[in-house]
T-cell receptor, first 112, second 115 residues
Framework: DQQVKQNSPSLSVQEGRISILNCDYT??????FLWYKKYPAEGPTFLIS?????DKNEDGRFTVFLNKSAKHLSLHIVPSQPGDSAVYFC???????????FGAGTILRVKS | GAVVSQHPSWVICKSGTSVKIECRSL??????MFWYRQFPKQSLMLMAT?????????EQGVEKDKFLINHASLTLSTLTVTSAHPEDSSFYIC???????????FGPGTRLLVL
């Protein structure tokens, strides 16, 4: 049972444009959500997080939006840069800091 | 962000041998660390939660006698794959929870290949 779903396996975006990565979840107990970026053969790098009491969190070029009623969150990267090309994982936890459930990941390719 | 290291970065071993992987938090003390594994083209799956000074909590389906976890200090957790077999070949990644932000920071991972 996949509790965290990233339905788009890949996304291709032109440099300078916006990248939108989507994530859906089924467990209504999830209270904290995170996005990680990962290169092959490396560990995930933390990007941004959001608590369920918020609907938006912004950090530089990265913004995460949370729609609790739809059990949906998205990561916006603007402007996209070639260095953003990587696999992006959405993750969720029932309690902040506790075990994470990861989505399958979305490969982002930013073309220059 | 916080720094978490893993050692070794890759290891090749013969079937039946044991392999120890170390995970260290370099700039913060972590009472809680996590061990994940990732198979090719799949997501990260939590294996166990490692708590300093107490027994690890294993996820369903993970054999605790095969994957021994020790969290002897606030900056070090180890995962020992005992009597490794080819099906244990995978990418093992640890994370450490920053006590202030409660964010999990990940190590670079260890590639294990069992022949």
């Amino acid at each position: 049972d996949q509790q965290v779903k990233q339905n788009s396996p890949s996304l291709s975006v032109q440099e300078g444009r916006i990248s939108i990565l989507n994530c859906d979840y089924t467990n209504s107990m999830f209270d904290y959500f995170l996005w990680y970026k990962k290169y092959p053969a490396e560990g995930p790098t933390f990007l941004i997080s959001i608590s369920s009491i918020k609907d938006k969190n912004e950090d530089g070029r990265f913004t995460v939006f949370l729609n609790k009623s739809a059990k949906h969150l998205s990561l916006h990267i603007v402007p996209s840069q070639p260095g953003d090309s990587a696999v992006y994982f959405c993750a969720a936890s029932v309690i902040k800091g506790n075990k994470l459930v990861f989505g399958a990941g979305t490969i982002l390719r930013v073309k220059s | 962000g916080a720094v978490v290291s893993q050692h070794p970065s890759w290891v090749i071993c013969k079937s039946g041998t044991s392999v120890k992987i170390e995970c260290r938090s370099l700039d913060f003390q972590a009472t809680t660390m996590f061990w994940y594994r990732q198979f090719p083209k799949q997501s990260l799956m939590l294996m166990a939660t490692s708590n300093e000074g107490s027994k690890a909590t294993y996820e369903q389906g993970v054999e605790k006698d095969k994957f021994l976890i020790n969290h002897a200090s606030l900056t070090l957790s180890t995962l020992t794959v005992t009597s490794a077999h080819p099906e244990d070949s995978s990418f093992y990644i640890c994370s450490a929870r920053d006590p202030f932000s409660e964010t999990q920071y990940f190590g670079p991972g260890t590639r294990l290949l069992v022949l």
